[in-house]
Protein backbone atom coordinates (compact mmCIF):
# COMPACT_ATOMS: atom_id res chain seq x y z
CA UNK A 1 0.00 0.00 0.00
CA UNK A 2 0.73 3.51 -0.47
CA UNK A 3 2.30 5.77 1.96
CA UNK A 4 -0.19 8.56 0.93
CA UNK A 5 -3.22 6.07 1.05
CA UNK A 6 -2.04 4.58 3.85
CA UNK A 7 -2.40 8.08 5.69
CA UNK A 8 -5.70 9.10 3.97
CA UNK A 9 -6.77 5.89 5.58
CA UNK A 10 -5.53 6.74 8.84
CA UNK A 11 -6.86 10.03 8.70
CA UNK A 12 -10.32 9.12 8.02
CA UNK A 13 -10.30 6.64 10.63
CA UNK A 14 -9.27 9.22 13.07
CA UNK A 15 -11.47 11.44 11.75
CA UNK A 16 -14.65 9.21 12.36
CA UNK A 17 -13.59 8.58 15.75
CA UNK A 18 -13.83 12.44 16.37
CA UNK A 19 -16.87 12.75 15.08
CA UNK A 20 -18.16 9.50 17.41
CA UNK A 21 -16.46 10.25 20.68
CA UNK A 22 -16.53 14.10 20.26
CA UNK A 23 -13.72 14.50 22.95
CA UNK A 24 -11.66 12.63 25.33
CA UNK A 25 -11.04 12.90 29.32
CA UNK A 26 -7.84 11.56 31.51
CA UNK A 27 -7.51 11.64 35.41
CA UNK A 28 -4.78 13.71 36.90
CA UNK A 29 -3.39 13.52 40.73
CA UNK A 30 -3.57 16.54 41.89
CA UNK A 31 -2.06 17.30 45.79
CA UNK A 32 -4.74 19.32 48.15
CA UNK A 33 -2.75 19.46 51.62
CA UNK A 34 0.90 19.28 52.38
CA UNK A 35 2.10 19.50 55.42
CA UNK A 36 5.18 18.05 56.85
CA UNK A 37 4.80 13.87 56.26
CA UNK A 38 1.14 14.63 56.03
CA UNK A 39 -0.05 14.59 52.51
CA UNK A 40 -3.64 14.43 50.77
CA UNK A 41 -3.95 14.19 47.36
CA UNK A 42 -7.11 13.90 44.64
CA UNK A 43 -7.92 12.39 41.53
CA UNK A 44 -9.64 15.07 39.55
CA UNK A 45 -10.99 13.52 35.62
CA UNK A 46 -10.88 16.40 33.23
CA UNK A 47 -12.09 16.47 29.23
CA UNK A 48 -11.02 17.98 26.56
CA UNK A 49 -13.60 18.36 24.25
CA UNK A 50 -13.00 18.47 20.24
CA UNK A 51 -15.14 20.08 18.31
CA UNK A 52 -16.86 18.35 15.08
CA UNK A 53 -15.16 20.28 12.28
CA UNK A 54 -11.69 18.81 13.42
CA UNK A 55 -13.61 15.24 12.44
CA UNK A 56 -14.77 16.71 8.98
CA UNK A 57 -11.72 18.43 8.28
CA UNK A 58 -9.43 15.20 9.06
CA UNK A 59 -12.26 12.79 7.27
CA UNK A 60 -12.13 15.58 4.22
CA UNK A 61 -8.19 15.48 4.69
CA UNK A 62 -8.34 11.34 4.37
CA UNK A 63 -10.25 11.67 1.11
CA UNK A 64 -8.36 14.40 -0.36
CA UNK A 65 -5.00 11.90 0.41
CA UNK A 66 -6.70 8.69 -0.58
CA UNK A 67 -7.44 10.41 -4.00
CA UNK A 68 -3.96 12.07 -4.57
CA UNK A 69 -2.28 8.60 -4.14
CA UNK A 70 -4.51 7.10 -6.93
CA UNK A 71 -4.23 9.66 -9.14
CA UNK A 72 -0.30 9.61 -8.64
CA UNK A 73 0.12 5.88 -9.23
CA UNK A 74 -1.17 6.52 -13.29
Given at each position: ?????????????????????????????????????LEAT???????????????????????????GSRK??
Amino acid sequence: MKPLSLAGIILIVLGLAALAYQGFSYTSREKIVDIGPLEATANTEKTVPLPPIVGIVAVAGGVALLVAGSRKSR
